[in-house]
């Protein structure tokens, strides 16, 4: 499975993005970019949420095993 901070990245990079235009874009540090691109295991909901959806991401929660 592949973790958020790599799919964070991926989307980042596919979007030709660097890390500070990504902060800029979704008004957050370009430090919270690099902690959420290294699986920092605590981060703010409300500047994560912000953040995937300046990539135009979102975050689910499923059941698992379904």
Same mark, same amino acid.
């Given at each position: ?29 370009? !430090?919270? /970019?690099?902690?959420?691109? !290294?699986?920092?295991?605590?981060? !703010? ?15 689910? /929660? ?5």
């Amino acid at each position: 499975m592949t973790s958020l901070g790599e799919s964070v990245r991926t989307r980042r990079r596919d979007l030709h993005l660097g890390q500070e235009e990504l902060a800029e874009l979704a008004d957050v540090s370009e !430090r919270f /970019v690099r902690e959420v691109e !290294r699986d920092k295991p605590t981060v !703010r909901l409300d500047k994560l949420t912000s953040l995937l959806d300046a990539l135009g991401l979102e975050l689910r /929660v499923e059941i698992r095993g379904s």
